[in-house]
């Protein structure tokens, strides 16, 4: 016979409280509730339901070998469990940090995206490259053409008029060929724009196609174009021609003041969004996992 206390409880026979004790008699276990030296019997194990008795259970007796072995296995169970649930743990901040450190270098990025975009897109429209030419006398014109890509040509004269002309680039390419103007064609970047002089005896059957009166002139250009520009008044000699480019953007590049910033706005926010969810998913994943781990 052995006899076994699980922990206090409420007897239901007196409605003290006591040591509840299972006694085991002829292979049979009985439920007993003990107030000092007063046993209750409550009855056998199988028909009473101890978990409405018990208050606290309690290991500080000894147990039979084989309830021991299943606590013990019972232990080392929430032993693996809890261990689990660390690396569960582990994994769900890890999740939660990686998330949120993508979240944030997506912010960051967002932030400081635009900036880059709109330097960058100054930059490109605010580095005008240009030079000036001596000009002596009215024999020379300038043929002012942009074969890599459109570019804004800025011209301005000191103390002379010239005349313009736009023509296609294969007219423009076929007064280069007949050209005798030994002068060098100057390239100025970053449009690759290039202006080469020419002597006006070349462009004979042009020059009455001449119009004008300018002393500064812009247009845009693009590269099936060309422009011929002929400073035909001189007031002092000699004086200077000025040509200045800066690189046209094309397209939906065009800075357009209004449209320009939600439209990369909205670029930089399609181009992040997989990155945001992604973040946010790592962050709801980890978290559901923490909270699921603290179960
Ligand atoms: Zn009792």
């Not at 006694?23 to 209750?40: D, F, I, L, S």
């Not at 294969?170 to 202006?195: F, G, K």
């Amino acid at each position: 016979m052995s006899a076994r206390s699980i922990g206090r409880g409420r007897c239901p026979k007196c409605g003290r409280e006591g040591s509840v004790v299972i006694k085991m008699v002829g292979g049979k276990e009985y439920v007993y509730v003990k107030h000092g030296r007063t046993w209750h019997y409550i009855g056998p194990l199988e028909k009473i339901d101890v978990n409405e008795i018990l208050r606290e259970p309690t290991t500080t007796l000894p147990l039979k070998e084989t309830e021991t072995l299943n606590i013990h296995g019972e232990k080392m169970n929430e032993e693996t469990k809890s261990l689990n649930k660390t690396v569960v743990e582990v994994i769900a901040l890890i999740l939660v940090a990686v998330g949120t450190g993508i979240l944030l270098l997506t912010i960051f990025a967002s932030i400081i995206l635009p900036y880059l975009v709109a330097f960058w897109s100054v930059s490109s429209v605010n580095i005008a490259t240009g030079f000036s030419t001596m000009i002596e006398d009215t024999t020379k014109a300038y043929l002012i053409y942009s074969p890599i890509r459109s570019a804004s040509i800025s011209i301005q004269s000191d103390n002379a008029y010239f005349k313009i002309l736009a023509v296609p680039l294969y007219t423009a390419m076929s007064i280069l060929n007949a050209t005798q103007s030994q002068e060098l064609e100057t390239h100025i970047s970053p449009s690759d724009l290039r202006v080469k002089p020419i002597k006006t005896s070349d462009i004979q059957g042009l020059m009455q196609s001449f119009f004008g009166n300018y002393t500064s002139y812009d247009i845009q250009l693009d590269t099936n174009q060309a422009l011929l520009v002929w400073p035909y008044k001189l007031q002092t000699k000699p004086t200077s021609l000025s040509f200045y480019t800066s690189r046209s953007l094309t397209g939906s590049e065009q800075p357009q003041p209004n449209s320009f910033q939600p439209l990369s706005m909205s670029i930089i926010l399609i181009s992040l969004a997989p990155r945001l969810i992604l973040a946010v998913s790592l962050i709801i994943g980890g978290y559901l996992l923490y909270r699921w781990s603290k179960k």
